[in-house]
């Protein structure tokens, strides 16, 4: 465990507007650190020296305009639900640590430290940074020589800065609870401008090229008539223009009023930008999230990216031109099962996959003098590295390979094969099976059952650091002889509106289950698997799915293990039909509760058999500790039998390399005792 766990994790990459310098954050067994690469040689560099695994996380990653500066945030759990700006410690250190920003030379040299906050972006002109800090925005000198002042004071929650071309003013977004409004700051001298206050919520601002004037996303404020819990409903939004010296706008797009003409809920959501003359964003409306643009007039939107695949992780380039992100897309028909950097241009539909083959890309951007593109790569063997390669297509080179532990087992991993089948419902199911040649004539097997929903599990190594540890596990638990089978639920992402917003999932009714079951009966029915002898564990709402296994199938899933996972759904739909803020009840309430009931793992109590392994930190932000407590509680009434480990002080994401591992471990002694 402690060799397939060495490898390095990169994230954060990022460039400067100018130049060719990247910067990125790397994890090594839970030192977390700054690195940097300048070309046209790109070699790798370490800037900072934090050289213990005390679970402080690096995000927040940028590079000044520039090139001169490398900014970033120590501390916190920012994958979090709530609380992501408070401190984490593992350590239990009598000194709490602190979130803090920093910055640092990329030549080299001491961090300068600015102070505490959220969501730090540094001026175009290279010399002060906006940020968020107790509902208000602050600014503060890029080379920390001065303390932090607050630009303004305003109501409401105010946060993601936006600073103009010209660094003179800052747009930003004030939520007001029900509704929120866009405002513009230039200076103490002049008033706060609000782009064309609805009731509404507006977000996303997003500056013209030459700073005159705002795209922004509009969608319904709260409240009105409750409506029905449990029918999927289309959730309206539009594009809107705004003159920034009045504060007048206009709409420019309106999203189609039907289901896949919601909001899209990929990453980035909408991904708005205003390009070259075109305003570009991401919609979900012909069955796929896929990147469109418009022109600055309105009209037609043009569709960039035809075909059946995912966008996701986009990146505008410095002048605006043209579009980097990531895709599961290509000739190959495994493609869907991975990840490829993808490049087009803002005003037509010329879209190029730049990293085609059997390895892994993700988190594209292009350097600030067009010449190179960076992003992260892997394989099934090779975990992720930094990488670069031409910005027009060429040979890729990768980065700081020095860096991957000689202790690493990269020849001992399997490459996993791609499953797919039919749920009894019609349903069409991608899975990944790791699974070591030879062995017994009859061998044990578990379910991986990732947690999010929205995730995709690969055929390699994946660009989370959550899921690129489960990916870690799963090989170390087909080392161990086992037959591995991660499956890729409804709910996730990857493959279509339909499948990411199945009927009847989550709380209203848990159709994703029906999933789960499959790759069970599926790996029974295998001539080499043990039907008596299969497991499954997963974490968070892969925790929920192991769960809702253990008690509805015992006799499938002999054992499991449930990591963080949600227990009962009906806690917040019983605060919100039994006792809501009005005298009107959704028509369905009643029913909704029920079924939210019957979606959760607590109904099950009575028919659950199979031995479990119960694994929670207690300063989890993700999913509330109770939800494990409850559920432990219960079956120690019944005679289940029941293991627990407590990681304390830990989040949702086991900040402490050392605790993961400690988790890993527990995972894998578990099923080498029961199975």
Same mark, same amino acid.
């Given at each position: 465990m402690e060799a397939v766990k060495s490898y390095p994790f990169p994230n954060e990459l990022t460039a400067s507007a100018t130049g060719s310098? &990247? %910067?990125? %954050?790397?994890? +090594?067994?839970?030192?977390? $650190?700054?690195?940097v690469a300048e070309g046209p040689d790109f070699n790798a560099r370490r800037l900072t020296n934090y050289l213990q695994d005390d679970g402080q996380e690096l995000s927040s990653v940028a590079l000044s305009d520039d090139g001169k500066w490398v900014l970033y945030v120590r501390g916190g759990d920012h994958g979090s639900n709530w609380g992501d700006e408070l401190p984490v410690n593992p350590t239990f250190s009598p000194t709490p640590p602190k979130v803090q920003m920093w910055a640092i030379p990329f030549t080299g040299g001491e961090p300068?430290?600015? =102070?505490?906050? +959220?969501?730090?972006?540094?001026?175009?002109?290279?010399?002060? @940074? %906006?940020?968020?800090?107790? !509902?208000? &925005?602050?600014?503060v000198p890029l080379d920390g020589s001065a303390a932090a002042t607050m630009l303004f004071s305003a109501r409401g929650t105010n946060g993601t800065p936006v600073w103009s071309p010209d660094g003179s003013r800052l747009a930003f977004q004030s939520n007001r609870v029900d509704h929120s409004f866009i405002g513009v700051y230039t200076d103490a001298q002049t008033p706060i401008v609000w782009i064309d206050p609805q009731y509404k919520r507006d977000n996303s601002p997003r500056w013209s090229p030459d700073g005159k004037k705002l795209a922004f996303i509009r969608t319904n404020g709260l409240g009105g008539k409750p409506d029905s819990i449990l029918v999927r409903k289309h959730i309206p939004w539009s594009i809107m223009t705004a003159d920034v010296s009045t504060g007048e706008a206009k709409t420019l797009w309106t999203a189609p009023k039907r289901l896949n003409g919601s909001v899209p809920n990929t990453h980035g959501g909408p991904n708005l930008h205003w390009a070259a003359n075109r305003i570009v964003f991401l919609s979900y409306q012909d069955g796929w999230p896929h990147l469109y643009s418009l022109?600055?007039?309105? =009209?037609?939107?043009?569709?960039?990216?035809?075909? $059946?695949?995912?966008?996701?992780?986009?990146?505008?380039s410095t002048g605006g031109k043209s579009l980097v992100f990531a895709a599961n897309a290509g000739t190959d028909a495994l493609d869907i099962d991975r990840r490829h950097v993808v490049k087009v241009s803002v005003d037509r539909a010329d879209m190029q996959i730049m990293t085609p083959g059997t390895g892994l890309e993700w988190f594209p951007v292009l350097t600030g003098d067009g010449k190179t593109m960076a992003f992260i790569s892997a394989t099934a063997q090779r975990p992720p590295l930094p990488s670069v390669m031409p910005a027009n297509g060429g040979e890729m080179k990768l980065l700081a390979t020095d860096?991957?532990? /000689? /202790? *690493?087992?990269?020849?001992?991993? @399997?490459?996993?094969?791609?499953? @797919?089948f039919k749920t009894p419902d019609g349903v069409t199911v991608h899975c990944q099976l790791f699974e070591k040649a030879g062995g017994p004539a009859k061998k044990p097997a578990i379910v991986y059952v990732h947690g999010g929903p929205p995730r995709q599990m690969l055929?390699?190594?994946? *660009?989370?650091d959550y899921y690129a540890n489960a990916y870690a596990m799963n090989q170390y638990l087909a080392s161990l002889g086992y037959a591995?089978?991660?499956? $890729? *639920?409804?709910?996730? &992402? !990857? *493959? =279509?509106?339909?499948?990411h917003n199945a009927k009847n999932g989550g709380a209203n009714g848990a159709s994703e289950y029906i999933d789960i079951k499959a790759a069970g009966e599926w790996l029974a029915k295998q001539p080499q698997i043990d039907p008596k002898r299969i497991? &499954?564990? =997963?974490?968070?709402y892969g925790g929920f799915l192991t769960a809702m296994a253990l008690g509805r199938d015992s006799k499938l899933f002999a054992v499991g293990v449930d990591v963080h996972g949600v227990h009962d759904r009906t806690i917040e739909r019983t605060r919100n039909i039994l006792m809501p803020d009005q005298y009107e009840r959704a028509p369905d309430a009643t029913r909704a509760l029920e079924v939210a009931w019957k979606s959760s793992p607590i109904a099950y109590v009575n028919t659950w058999t199979s031995p479990v392994l119960f694994i929670h930190g207690d300063d989890?932000?993700?999913?509330?500790f109770s939800q494990s407590t409850d559920l432990v509680r219960r079956l120690e009434e019944t005679k289940v039998p029941i293991e627990t480990m407590v990681i304390v002080d830990d989040t949702h994401h086991f900040m402490m390399h050392a605790n993961q591992v400690k988790v890993n471990k527990a995972i894998a002694a578990f099923f080498q005792k029961k199975l």
């Open positions: 310098r &990247i %910067a990125w %954050a790397f994890n +090594e067994e839970g030192k977390r $650190n700054i690195y300068k430290l600015l =102070g505490e906050g +959220e969501g730090p972006v540094i001026s175009p002109k290279s010399d002060r @940074v %906006a940020f968020s800090k107790g !509902g208000q &925005i602050y600014t022109t600055e007039q309105g =009209g037609a939107p043009l569709l960039l990216t035809p075909g $059946n695949f995912m966008c996701e992780h986009i990146q505008l860096r991957l532990p /000689t /202790t *690493y087992p990269s020849t001992d991993l @399997v490459t996993p094969k791609q499953v @797919v055929l390699g190594w994946n *660009y989370g591995v089978l991660s499956v $890729n *639920y409804r709910l996730g &992402i !990857g *493959y =279509g509106y339909e499948f497991g &499954i564990y =997963g974490g968070s989890d932000r993700n999913v509330r």
